[in-house]
């Protein structure tokens, strides 16, 4: 028996992969449903945007791609419809990290408006800035003067154009932002130090699951006022904007129970391999 | 994808199915999409750069200034000072010469001050609240608060017991990260032990956070491929 068992820690990757694929695919098949619990640092974030005043605006910067959209997507779509609902202007930045940043905002932003929000105006509820590179200056510049590292946005539009971009025309420095929200795959933190650090405005990140633990000490310091953490994020932050579970269709609510699936075949894949290990030593005496 | 049409939506399809064969083994067809993905994404780098970046930052700018210095230095004419920035930035490029490398350690050396001064600024912003956030009282009222000099909350056993918690983690993978001597004398040796245990567990957090994340990417071409290619699935 001992020997057979041995066998388990050799099994094909192959077959952890097609087991992987089916428990993944089964839930996009058969409509699955399980409950969210909601964590501390979703629930943090949505209600520091329920708080927001009506003269304020938030900064967006969303620097994410193809790469990370499993779980960006999610993250950015929750709270750009938590904004559009509140009706709190936002303007949308991609600094550094990747140039599809904008674009891939745009797309989360026209499918809202297209399936929720059709009254919502570009220029008047959001204005997306587009790419720009920098780091640390870049995020400093945005800072002390938005109009000195943008000079138009995305569309073409001059920041001054007060036709087009009404809502740019209240907005100068970061004392007119209420939040930044950074998403991305791993948020650039120079956000804390540059911008919360020197005017004290309020950041929240949404981020990779893998990168997550190593921000997590900055929520315990209160240097972030929320975070999403990955999928689980995103459909947290779902569950809390519908409380009902059938208006619920963002991605993160679509991936979260594939996930949960996929997550059980790894758990026995590691109790399988364990076991495997074990029987080996006892074969060896 | 929203309101693609059927080529791309098949293009798609075959392009992340080709990644995905490397799974089964190394292939042609796996390395050939590499490399055209790479090739898309520099060429694509090098335009948005170039339009929402360099244009608009540097080069209109600068042209605006010539313009105004060639009509009399008019008003604007000390933009045209961006040349300057224009030929510290092509200083690197000098690192591909072996006679002329010296020229680009101007730029590296500015680079490096810059840098080193920024970085200064950055970690005492970033680092000063958490040294003082890991500073927390053992008996805590509700809202963190100490018991001497704290709040009228009253005194919450979950809060204390979570900043001993705390505050003993921060002390035993202290101790464990102390070389300078040997952990010979128990307390210590103890201490260390239990911190190597509790990054032990960091680590597993990390472990299980980078599979939470492998599964994110995969799941959402998963998503792609049943619902927008196949047109199964429930969403």
Redesign the interface.
């Given at each position: 028996m001992w020997e057979w068992l041995s066998k388990l820690q050799a099994i094909d990757r192959?077959w952890i992969?097609l087991s992987?694929?089916v428990a993944?695919?089964l839930p996009?098949?058969?409509?699955i449903k399980l409950p969210v619990y909601v964590s501390p640092e979703t629930r943090r974030l949505y209600e520091f945007i329920e708080k927001c005043p009506p003269d304020k605006v938030v900064l967006v910067d969303s620097a994410w791609d193809a790469?990370?959209?499993?779980?960006n997507?999610g993250q950015v779509e929750v709270v750009f419809e938590h904004l559009f609902r509140r009706r709190i202007p936002f303007i949308v930045t991609s600094v550094e990290i990747t140039?599809?940043g904008a674009q891939f905002a745009d797309?989360v932003i026209e499918?809202l408006v297209?399936e929720k929000f059709p009254d919502r105006k570009y220029g008047v509820d959001w204005v997306n800035l587009?790419?720009?590179?920098?780091g640390?200056q870049a995020i400093q510049q945005i800072a002390r003067d938005i109009r000195q590292?943008?000079?138009?946005d995305?569309r073409g539009y001059s920041l001054d154009d007060a036709e087009n971009l009404p809502l740019m025309q209240r907005v100068r420095n970061i004392e007119d932002i209420y939040l930044v929200y950074s998403v991305t795959y791993s948020p650039m933190?120079?956000w804390?130090?540059?911008v919360h650090?020197?005017y004290g405005t309020p950041i929240a990140f949404g981020c990779?699951?893998?990168?997550?633990?190593t921000y997590y000490?900055?929520l315990?310091?209160?240097?972030l006022v929320g975070m999403l953490?990955?999928?689980?994020g995103a459909a947290e932050y779902d569950a809390l904007l519908h409380p009902d579970i059938r208006e619920r269709?963002s991605?993160g609510t679509?991936?979260i129970v594939?996930?949960a699936f996929?997550?059980l075949v790894?758990i026995v894949a590691v109790i399988l391999g364990n076991i495997g290990y074990f029987a080996a030593r006892r074969r060896r005496g | 994808m929203?309101g693609a049409q059927t080529w791309q939506i098949w293009l798609a399809a075959i392009v992340t199915l080709g990644i995905y064969s490397y799974?089964?083994s190394d292939n042609k067809l796996y390395r050939l999409l590499l490399n055209v993905m790479i090739g898309l994404g520099v060429g694509?780098?090098f335009i948005?750069?170039w339009k929402?970046?360099l244009a608009?930052?540097w080069w209109?700018p600068m042209v605006q200034g010539f313009s105004a210095v060639f009509s009399g230095f008019a008003p604007g004419s000390a933009q045209a000072l961006w040349v300057f920035v224009g030929l510290l930035g092509t200083l690197w490029y000098f690192q591909f010469s072996r006679k002329y490398l010296w020229l680009s350690r101007i730029v590296i050396g500015m680079t490096l001050g810059a840098g080193a001064g920024?970085v200064f600024?950055?970690?005492?912003?970033?680092n000063m609240?958490?040294i003082?956030?890991s500073f927390r009282p053992l008996i805590a009222r509700a809202d963190g608060t100490p018991l001497v000099g704290g709040s009228a909350a009253p005194v919450s056993l979950w809060m204390s017991l979570n900043n001993i918690i705390?505050v003993g983690t921060i002390v035993c993978v202290m101790v464990y990260f102390f070389f300078s001597f040997e952990h010979k004398w128990a307390p210590v040796r103890h201490t260390a032990r239990m911190g190597r245990w509790l990054l032990m567990i960091?680590f597993g957090?990390?472990f299980g956070?980078?599979?939470?994340?492998?599964?994110?990417?995969?799941?959402?071409?998963?998503?792609f491929l049943?619902?927008d290619w196949l047109h199964?699935?429930?969403?």
């Open positions: 192959r992969y992987i694929w993944c695919a996009f098949v058969v409509n790469g990370s959209q499993g779980e997507w140039p599809l797309k499918k297209r587009g790419y720009t590179k920098g640390w590292q943008y000079k138009k995305s933190e120079d804390i130090p540059f650090g020197v990779a699951g893998i990168q997550s633990t000490r900055y315990l310091s209160g240097q953490v990955g999928v689980r269709n991605m679509r991936l594939p996930q996929g997550h790894i | 929203e799974l089964i694509y780098n948005v750069m929402q970046v608009p930052l209109e920024v600024k950055q970690q005492l912003l970033m609240p958490q003082a956030d705390f960091s957090a990390f956070n980078t599979v939470m994340t492998r599964m994110a990417v995969f799941l959402e071409r998963l998503q049943l619902r199964l699935g429930t969403f």
